[in-house]
């Protein structure tokens, strides 16, 4: 497609303090990089979840979004799925495309 | 069929799910309070010990009969709190049993209160420490130590690549454990993953396995826990991968140590029937008793105890709030605005004695959370509330700059020396040397320092005075004037300021005390247990910004041309409220500052004489020179009470407290729910203050129950990790919480256990839906951890939010309360 090359993104939806494990999976499935929104608001399975708040960055959800390459991202799914089993938190998987394949390892 | 090791995000993610249950522990030098079973928090409070086996949740349920023998718990609070925590019973409370005319809720309270206790079903003790634990505590020490005699080789590879180094010479280890540990995998997630396959733990297993391995030393795993986010240099999954291959290299020998058994205590409804009937001679049906008694299991008991006592704190406290409106009709002289900490209760009441002195509640870092600096080249630190992540460095910069390089130079020399000393001491070379050199001098400075420790510290600070140069605070240049504008609105807001005076004064905290450890802890706890002073600094720079103040009276807030904001200082132990940055005011406002400090001085000494009566060693007649001598002691274990006490948290304006003496238990927040439409600024402080307030509430309550284990154990047999904590003795688990003499004095308690009672002033329409679109809130209140009251506005009625919504309370429900400090109860 336009000489863009396919890549998987993982989104995660989690609370606040549970962000620094998720970052942890990510590095350690080797991607090179993320990008880390605080404060996203929604509805969701436990209900309502106010957006950002102006001195608590901790008990906020942040989405974590990476993409990395399909033959590394299943290692991260299957880590992301076990880490969320069972409590409060979504994955969105999809497929993407990037022009620079190099800075996505 | 060959098998491969799980990959090492999994390995990563079984971590990450076992340690959920690790509390992050912050360093010592930069002490967080923080609920040590914040893990729980998502579960009912009386649920939390099963996550925490060991854990006291209540005191023993013979202390709260003493307290309703001795009258410190109403019978009014106890039966309040039985038809709370058990809604069945409030359709046949009043409902007769036999002939007797007892009714059903007479039965339970008789029960509770003139039957001898059944036992506690606490589990007793902390797991006996392992060899394993022993070696994992050394390892730790020797790499974590921020000031080692000798640093560890290969600290540069991180924990895991450092100890994987150094291993084979560990002699505590035998020769085949240490050529065995010498082949594992040169990554931790790898070595680890190798570990749970010769342990043969099956994948089901895995988490429970290693959340059971995290158990042990849960002092230096919550601090792994906070070193991961922090710093980097080791995380829970390198310690896990040292672990685990040290207790596979030891063999089937090192066993784990044996679970804590529970002892449950029986509870068989129908024999406590048949002994509350023979008792009491009741002419009822035992059958029917028991059916009574069912519904309130002995387990329960001490749950209900425990409300009762907050019940009768929280309602008395309730009865005593005021309902009259803001006087507005005169400009006050000068407003203090101070921390929401309650030793600053204290001081807003003594200061308000003098007219014309108005004062506020805020978090202590004034909406200003940074990285700060000083102009002494003296590091950084992180001055904002734990639950932020430091965005702007504010650096402090020195008005002449050949002033500023000299003090910085003086003081760098007074540091090298300082050092130099310290290391010599440590040195096993040169300690001899230094003892034939500087012996004598330093035994006569010890002999000086025990026994006139203030005359002693005024000469060292004269000798070593360097002296001060006048500074100001970068803040323009960290925080965009937008960011500055709104941080300025927020504060005013929040607060419910709708005038101004011609002097404010922006008040942080900060204890200064001697050779104490935890100093930090006495600290503010807004500024991430630093002294709230910079803060203080910054917030009065954005407020006297001309450029802000444009901006704010954009936005409808209008501060006159005549009023001048200064920073203070509340010294916590001598009670001296110190303002700073004078080279900063102006002129015209020398006068008034002059009157307010004259005015302040007299109100620091009212208060430290109404502190002194409750400090061990002195009483309300004690010179007020002696009482602030703590300060300088190096000998004193009791500076002062820090927030020993806190009990509640107050959400609204100072005219609902206004002229109470709420004996310094109280966390006050000012609030005015028509300056905040929206609700902005109410959802901003129940999820910020409030949580803070709570932390340290939580940190009191369970260092006050379990002194030894989630408390710091006795002051007196501390040993220092460098900044980092403290052990009891030579080696061993990092201590937790707050040593006893935050807590306690001889074996009595003196901070009375009791969870948070957050009351507030404002619509509760707007409140429940604050609480229903944060998660934290609905955790905290809807599973017991604290507890919510409210009225909507001065002319309503105080509703408390339940499981079923808000309930009305009675009026026969609310007495008049003791809320001095006292003595609570017997060590256990």
Redesign the interface.
């Known amino acids: 497609m336009n000489g863009l090359t396919k890549m998987t993104k993982v989104e995660i939806v989690v609370?606040g303090r549970d962000a620094?494990?998720v970052r942890?999976?990510i590095t350690?499935?080797g991607a090179t990089g993320y990008t880390s929104v605080s404060g996203v608001s929604g509805i969701g399975h436990?209900?309502?979840?106010?957006g950002a708040?102006?001195?608590?960055?901790?008990?906020t959800l942040t989405m974590v979004i990476t993409v990395l390459p399909p033959e590394k991202a299943s290692?991260?799914i299957?880590?992301?799925r076990?880490?969320l089993?069972g409590r409060?938190g979504v994955m969105f998987v999809a497929d993407t495309f990037v022009s620079r394949p190099d800075y996505f390892g | 069929m060959t098998h491969t090791l799980p990959s090492a995000p999994l390995v990563r993610a079984r971590v990450a799910r076992a340690a959920d249950v690790v509390v992050p522990q912050w360093p010592l030098e930069s002490f967080i309070a923080i609920n040590p079973l914040a893990a729980a928090e998502a579960g009912r409070f009386e649920d939390a010990a099963r996550s925490a086996p060991g854990v006291a949740l209540t005191r023993a349920v013979g202390d709260y009969v003493d307290d309703f023998r001795a009258q410190r718990i109403s019978d009014a609070s106890l039966r309040s709190a039985l038809l709370e925590r058990v809604p069945e019973l409030r359709a046949i409370a009043s409902q007769a049993l036999g002939s007797s005319g007892i009714s059903a809720l007479d039965v339970i309270v008789a029960e509770l209160t003139r039957l001898p206790a059944a036992p506690d079903a606490r589990r007793d003790g902390s797991p006996a420490q392992s060899r394993l634990d022993e070696v994992m505590a050394h390892w730790l020490a020797a790499y974590l130590d921020p000031e080692p005699l000798w640093p560890m080789p290969g600290h540069r590879l991180g924990f895991f690549g450092a100890w994987r180094l150094m291993v084979r010479h560990d002699s505590r280890l035998p020769r085949w454990a240490r050529r065995a540990l010498a082949r594992i995998p040169e990554t931790p997630d790898g070595a680890l993953a190798e570990s749970l396959e010769n342990l043969a733990i099956d994948d089901d297993q895995i988490e429970g396995a290693l959340r059971a391995e995290l158990a042990h030393l849960p002092g230096w795993v919550g601090h792994v826990k906070w070193r991961a986010d922090h710093v980097g240099d080791i995380d829970l999954t390198s310690y896990l991968a040292v672990r685990l291959a040290t207790r596979v290299a030891l063999g089937p020998t090192e066993q784990s140590p044996d679970e804590l058994h529970a002892t449950v205590p029986r509870d068989d409804p129908f024999e406590r029937a048949a002994a509350l009937v023979k008792s009491l001679e009741l002419e009822a049906d035992p059958n029917s008793v028991a059916r009574v008694l069912m519904l309130h299991p002995t387990d329960q008991h001490a749950f209900t105890w425990q409300r009762a006592a907050e019940l009768e704190y929280s309602r008395g406290l309730i009865a005593r709030l005021g309902r009259d409106d803001v006087d507005e009709s005169q400009r006050p002289i000068s407003q203090v605005v101070l921390c929401i900490d309650p030793r600053s209760e204290g001081l807003r009441r003594q200061l308000e004695r003098s007219p014309g002195i108005d004062t506020f509640g805020f978090a202590g870092f004034f909406a200003v959370p940074m990285r700060y600096t000083t102009a002494d080249g003296r590091g950084s630190v992180d001055s904002l509330p734990a639950l932020l992540s430091p965005r702007h460095a504010v650096t402090e910069v020195s008005v002449d700059a050949r002033d500023g390089e000299l003090r910085a130079s003086r003081l760098r020399l007074r540091d090298a020396v300082a050092g130099g000393i310290h290391r010599g001491e440590a040195v096993s070379a040169a300690g001899f040397a230094l003892a034939e050199t500087s012996g004598w001098f330093m035994g006569l400075a010890s002999l000086a320092r025990t026994f006139a420790p203030s005359a002693t510290a005024r000469l060292a600070r004269s000798v070593g005075r360097v002296p001060e140069a006048p500074a100001v605070l970068t803040v323009d240049r960290a925080f965009s004037l937008e960011e500055r504008t709104l941080i300025a609105e927020a504060a005013v807001r929040m607060m419910g300021m709708t005038r101004f005076a011609s002097l404010v004064v922006f008040g942080g905290h900060a204890s200064s005390t001697t050779n104490n450890l935890f100093q930090s802890a006495l600290d503010c706890g807004a500024c991430g247990g630093n002294p709230g002073s910079p803060n203080a600094r910054a917030a009065a720079s954005i407020f006297n910004d001309s450029a802000v103040r444009l901006g704010l009276a954009a936005h409808g807030i209008e501060i006159p041309a005549d009023t001048w904001f200064v920073a203070a200082e509340h010294n916590t132990v001598t009670d001296r409220l110190a303002v700073l940055d004078q080279h900063l005011v102006p002129g015209s406002h020398r006068d008034a500052l002059a009157d307010f400090e004259l005015r302040s001085a007299a109100a620091s000494d009212r208060l430290v004489r109404e502190r002194a009566s409750a400090l061990p060693g002195a009483t309300a007649r004690t010179r007020l020179s002696r009482v602030r001598e703590r300060a300088d002691d190096w000998a004193e274990v009791y500076p002062e009470w820090g927030l020993a006490g806190n009990a509640a948290m107050i959400i609204g304006p100072r005219t609902l407290t206004q002229g109470l003496d709420l004996g310094r238990r109280v966390f006050l927040h000012s609030y005015e729910a028509a300056c905040d439409p929206d609700s902005d600024g109410l959802e901003t402080i129940l999820t910020a203050p409030l949580v803070v307030a709570q932390w340290i509430n939580h940190q009191y309550y369970f260092s006050a129950l379990n002194p030894d284990t989630l408390g710091a154990g006795t002051k007196t047999l501390h040993n220092a990790i460098g900044g980092i904590g403290v052990l009891q003795g030579q080696s061993g688990d990092l201590m937790r919480g707050l040593p006893w003499q935050s807590v306690g004095l001889g074996t009595a308690l003196v901070h009375e256990p009791l969870r948070l009672s957050v009351i507030v002033e404002a619509p509760r329409d707007r409140i429940a839906a604050i609480v229903s679109r944060n998660q934290v809130l609905r955790s905290l209140f809807e599973n017991d951890w604290i507890s919510l009251t409210a009225r909507d506005d001065r002319a309503g009625e105080w509703h408390r939010y339940g499981h079923y919504g808000w309930i009305e309370i009675a009026l026969s429900e609310i007495r008049t309360p003791e809320t001095t400090m006292t003595t609570t109860g017997e060590r256990s």
């Open positions: 609370a620094p494990p942890e999976l350690a499935a436990d209900g309502q979840h106010s708040l102006l001195f608590n960055e901790y008990d290692a991260l299957e880590s992301v076990v880490l089993d409060s």
